[in-house]
């Protein structure tokens, strides 16, 4: 009986093991977000991931950025102004080829693309010899561009977000970041935009 009594005792052990591997697995599957997803989160999650998005597991704090304007339709802030929606936070330079391929894309989504409670946040990260805040300016009046962008003066952004790509777009939400991709990608696909819609919701 003692045997028996033994047994069962480890069952309800293993079982319990069991549990609470299935529920920090669950939570992993969350890719960061607050909660467990609906099915329809989770669909925006994955397309999200086939653009090329990588999620990322952080509690890592949000570190803050002085954002200098370079737009006349923006004036300065701090990338912490923006965290109570979702932010788009594209790192872009005036020099690389990819980005001048991607802008005309970005600007499409710009203009055409609407949802209080997201915020595409353009910055420029100045380099010796290869960028400054007046070759970022000079850049974004020629294309015409009339919606927000700025530089990073700091140099926050090379040093915390490790940019080393450029085009570079991050998903930041709730002051943290969600998710990356390191190259360009098509901004205007109906489905990165029912995607961002959703994930906004979270």
Request: proline share 4%.
């Amino acid at each position: 009986m003692k045997k028996n009594y033994d047994l069962s005792k480890r069952g309800v052990i293993v079982l319990l093991a069991i549990l609470i591997f299935a529920s920090i697995i669950a939570c992993h599957s969350t890719e960061g977000l607050d909660r467990h997803l609906t099915p329809e989160e989770e669909q925006a999650v994955s397309v999200l991931k086939t653009i090329g998005f990588e999620f990322v597991n952080s509690d890592a704090a949000l570190v803050d950025v002085p954002l200098t304007s370079v737009s006349k339709y923006s004036e300065d802030h701090n990338l912490s102004d923006f965290t109570d929606k979702l932010v788009l936070f594209r790192v872009w330079a005036s020099w690389c080829s990819d980005c001048q391929r991607e802008m005309p894309a970005v600007r499409d989504f710009a203009n055409s693309y609407s949802n209080e409670k997201v915020a595409l946040v353009p910055v420029a990260m100045p380099i010796p010899g290869k960028e400054t805040q007046e070759t970022a300016q000079k850049y974004w009046e020629k294309e015409g561009n009339t919606f927000p962008a700025y530089v990073d003066n700091s140099g926050l952004v090379m040093k915390h977000y490790r940019t080393g790509n450029v085009p570079s777009t991050y998903i930041i939400k709730n002051a943290k970041v969600l998710a990356v991709i390191k190259y360009g990608f098509d901004w205007n696909a109906p489905e990165f935009k029912q995607a961002i819609d959703v994930v906004a919701d979270i």
